[in-house]
């Protein structure tokens, strides 16, 4: 039931852009964007409903195609303070039921 | 003002303890959870209670139970601790309804059984 994210990990330089992908072999209500910096809690970015909405914060943005489920996160411009593991959270219905994925490893260098 | 706080930070044990930790939200939500995030980073959510009702139980053992004497408490107590339950355990809380709200995490405690 957890989605499954992609790639596992990423390395860049600061300005360079980065995309990262999350699936669900099950129709999705809603996924969940956060991200978790080393010894700190999760913190959330953005949620996306079904109905294959995109959202964005700055440079910061986020797609959830419904058909395909599947949403991917976009960070452009990157800077270093992007660095972390970023969890895509995603939820089937209702329930009070949030499975995430197994991260995704951003280093941002300068 | 700490939204979602979570006691102890670090707890250190011996096998075969028992263990409590506490959370608390005062955020109003009515939903909350606990995850546990292994050394691999893995986040797996464990239980989750919304008004006090448990709703997920995850195929976690009857070692771990969870208790929420009101909407703003979720406590985990830990019967005979094994290496094995080493790890962080993350509370959450959230409102869950029509559009769904995001989780909002405690800071964490980090288990170690020797």
């Known amino acids: 039931q957890q989605p499954v994210q992609s790639p596992q990990a990423v390395i860049l330089r600061e300005g360079e852009d980065a995309v990262i992908n999350c699936s669900s072999s099950k129709a999705l209500y809603s996924v969940h964007w956060y991200r978790q910096k080393h010894g700190e809690a999760p913190v959330f970015l953005m949620i996306l409903l079904k109905g294959g909405e995109q959202k964005g914060h700055e440079k910061i943005s986020a797609s959830f195609n419904e058909k395909k489920q599947q949403s991917s996160l976009y960070l452009t411009a990157s800077q270093l303070s992007y660095s972390g593991t970023y969890f895509c959270g995603t939820e089937m219905s209702l329930v009070h039921d949030m499975r995430f994925g197994a991260g995704t490893r951003l280093t941002v260098k300068p | 003002d700490t939204a979602v706080s979570q006691t102890p930070k670090y707890l250190v044990t011996q096998m075969g303890n028992d263990k409590s930790i506490k959370c608390e939200q005062n955020l109003g939500h009515d939903t909350m959870y606990w995850y546990k995030q292994d050394s691999k980073k893995f986040l797996k959510i464990m239980f989750s209670?919304?008004?006090?009702?448990?709703?997920i139980n995850e195929t976690v053992p009857n070692r771990f139970s969870p208790k929420s004497p009101d909407k703003a408490h979720l406590n985990l107590h830990i019967n005979s601790l094994e290496l094995g339950d080493s790890a962080v355990y993350f509370c959450a809380s959230s409102q869950v309804g029509e559009g769904h709200s995001p989780l909002h995490f405690g800071n964490g405690t980090r288990l170690t059984v020797t």
């Open positions: 209670y919304n008004n006090k009702e448990l709703i």
